[in-house]
């Protein structure tokens, strides 16, 4: 009598000097899932050593140097392919994840049961819940130009500003719903959708690339879930704290890439000049006030 046995779910994330979260990250997972799990530390150049200490250390964990910091998107690409190349996973779901993630009991057991209640499902994401018990929302509209460009011009200077509250979508966030797009914080995905549309945009280095991942699934015909049974918690930023102004530089680039791709018309030449110009004004007057603070603080 031979016993069936079921293929461990794939989980691929990008690590960057990834801290004490990572042990949290690893040590939430087997009371996450039933399933067991695969994990691939897709590694953009760490200096702390900790993902080469966890691969080493932890059965069921692979380290993956992608060749130093080439963002996020394509180290979750090369993660992807390393890992089907590499080792027997479920063939029909993986999941990504940032490393400062701690899931709650059964969490992606629930993000597999909800995969399958919706068959045309590409994405699943879960609860993602803040240290003050709050509902982050990670189910959102896709920004359209009007709404892109003003929550990218005002969202800093004008925090409750109505293009960044249509673009938060802030909706119930207690019920099981299809949404435009998902945080790629922590998203079940199935291979054939991810395969279909080939993954994420590599042209993203950081932000963005989730919103864009999720826009197409829509357009090639898939949905993206949001599924609030299945709940995790996550240290938002904690890699690009140190990073400030490059990253708000990768997030003005990956806006413009955004919008400019779903705007390419020649006709449409005005308002991709008025968005760049946009984010350029912004970052120019985000610096000042950073720097105004700093020498109030000397």
């Known amino acids: 009598m031979t016993t069936e046995t079921t293929a461990p779910l794939a989980i691929i994330t990008v690590t960057y000097n990834p801290g004490e979260y990572l042990a949290r990250f690893i040590g939430s997972l087997p009371h996450a899932s039933a399933q067991g799990a695969q994990v691939v530390l897709a590694d953009n150049g760490s200096t702390d050593g900790i993902p080469e200490a966890a691969a080493a250390e932890r059965e069921g964990v692979d380290f ?7 963002g996020y998107g394509a180290g979750m690409n090369a993660g992807a392919r390393w890992v089907r190349e590499n080792r027997r996973v479920d063939d029909e779901f993986f999941l990504i994840s940032n490393p400062d993630v701690t899931f709650s009991e059964g969490a992606i057991d629930q993000m597999i049961a909800c995969a399958r209640r919706w068959p045309d499902a590409a994405a699943v994401g879960p609860r993602i819940v803040e240290p003050d018990g709050s509902n982050y929302p990670s189910a959102r509209s896709v920004p359209n130009i009007s709404t892109g460009i003003g929550h990218a011009l005002f969202s800093n200077l004008w925090p409750s500003n109505p293009w ?6 802030d909706a119930d966030m207690s019920v099981q719903r299809p949404a435009g797009w998902l945080s790629g914080s922590c998203l079940l995905v199935r291979w054939d959708a991810f395969d279909a549309i080939g993954g994420f945009d590599e042209r993203y280095f950081m932000y963005l690339e989730d919103v864009d991942l999720g826009d197409r699934f829509a357009r090639a015909g898939y949905q993206n879930i949001f599924c609030p049974e299945a709940v995790i918690s996550h240290a938002k930023g904690h890699s690009t704290q140190a990073h400030a102004g490059a990253m708000l530089r990768a997030h003005h680039s990956s806006a413009y890439r955004f919008q400019a791709d ?6 449409q030449a005005p308002l991709r000049a008025a968005l760049w110009l946009g984010l350029r004004v912004r970052g120019a007057v985000t610096a000042a006030r950073a720097s105004t603070a700093k020498d109030s603080e000397a």
């Open 64 to 70: 993956l140097d992608t060749g130093g910091n080439i």
């Open 164 to 169: 960044t509250r249509t673009y938060r979508n």
């Open 262 to 267: 779903r705007h390419p018309a020649w006709w």
